[in-house]
């Protein structure tokens, strides 16, 4: 059973930044990629970030692009997402999640699988 537990949200002003964490646990977590994507109340999920099981491609949402970094550390079983410039826009549930095939990565919510509780990120104007 996979499991990720993700940590780091909370709350901060315009223009602040927070490093979310995903720690998973689990076999062979450097041969999927991972994702992290948020939910705004009244919204569907979206897609924010995904990066590939090497770390090598990264995918961004252009809302965050240029914003946004998201990494991973395969001896640590864990992937980050470093956001600065926040805005109030970015107020959410952030999730990190698994993807479903082997060596691959998607954009969609619907090529994951495992999926973490969230943590919530309150960003104040």
């Not at 948020?38 to 770390?55: L, T, Y």
Request: aromatic letters at 12%; proline letters at 2%; a positive charge.
């Amino acid at each position: 059973q996979v499991q990720q537990v993700e940590s780091g949200g909370g709350l901060v002003q315009t223009g602040g930044s927070l490093r979310l964490s995903c720690a998973a646990s689990g076999r062979s977590f450097s041969n999927y990629g991972r994702g992290w994507f948020r939910q705004a109340p009244g919204n569907e999920r979206e897609f924010v970030a995904a990066i590939s099981w090497s770390g090598g491609t990264t995918y961004y949402a252009n809302s965050v692009k240029g914003r946004f970094t998201i990494s991973r550390d395969n001896a640590k079983n864990s992937v980050y997402l470093q956001m600065n410039s926040l805005k109030p826009e970015d107020t959410a549930v952030y999730y990190c999640a698994r993807s479903k095939g082997l060596r691959r990565v998607g954009i969609r919510d619907d090529e994951y699988d495992y999926w973490g509780q969230g943590t919530q990120v309150t960003v104040s104007s």
